[in-house]
């Protein structure tokens, strides 16, 4: 069956600081891979996509490449701000079944940024 | 903006009792799929429609749940005879039938707290 592992949090930075949160992934046929963020007292948003091998999916500074060979899907940010506090999670959807897509979520990773 | 709206946002409730929670859809999109997420867990499939199809339910929906959604909009999860391990976020995603990457909205999510 489908899943993703992601690293464990809480991811605490500075402001301005490098970013890498690390997603790995098992998956049937060939998924699109996904990072969702949280925002305190938020649903969830789509921050980021990528639907094929090699794809670099890209938003607000936030960046992660489809890597098969790897089966990974880390996401980076340059340089992180106070704002992008949040919890982060990777998901993937494979092949569709019944004509449905039903994502597959990791346990998420909490991003802690002070000044 | 109008997205996936949910209602409630909050509820409490006592052990046994009955819960029904709404989820409305952006309009025209056909698919509509529930989540539930745990403390500290990312969001799991529980059922999907297509139209007012129920096409795919997880083993995560036990004989005491049921979904409709009975016009093909809106839809209703409800929760017979609550249990304290039921305490939990439950999300509502919709997405429109050409989707190439399979992209999921999702609304801001029934809190359900069982005493």
């Known amino acids: 069956g489908n899943s993703v592992t992601q690293m464990e949090g809480p991811v605490t930075l500075s402001e301005e600081a490098f970013l890498t949160i690390n997603c790995t992934y098992t998956a049937t046929g060939y998924p699109s891979l996904f990072w969702y963020v949280q925002y305190p007292g938020e649903g969830l948003q789509l921050l980021l996509k990528a639907t094929k091998a090699d794809d670099k999916g890209s938003n607000k500074g936030f960046e992660a490449t489809y890597r098969k060979e790897t089966t990974s899907f880390h996401l980076e940010k340059g340089s992180v701000q106070v704002s992008d506090s949040a919890v982060y999670f990777c998901a993937l959807t494979s092949s569709p079944s019944g004509g449905g897509n039903k994502l597959t979520f990791g346990t998420g990773t909490q991003l802690k940024v002070e000044l | 903006d109008t997205g996936v709206s949910q209602d409630p946002r909050h509820k409490i409730t006592k052990r046994g009792q009955n819960v029904t929670f709404r989820c409305d859809p952006i309009s025209e999109h056909n698919r509509l799929y529930w989540y539930r997420q745990t403390l500290g867990q990312g969001p799991e499939f529980l059922t999907y429609f297509q139209n007012e199809a129920q096409l795919e339910k997880s083993r995560l929906l036990s004989d005491r749940f049921s979904a409709e959604r009975p016009k093909g909009s809106f839809s209703t999860l409800e929760i017979q005879r609550t249990e304290q391990g039921d305490s939990a976020m439950y999300l509502c995603?919709?997405?429109?039938?050409?989707?190439?990457?399979?992209?999921?909205?999702f609304g801001p999510g029934t809190r359900l707290t069982v005493t």
């Open positions: 995603a919709s997405s429109p039938r050409v989707n190439p990457s399979y992209e999921q909205y």
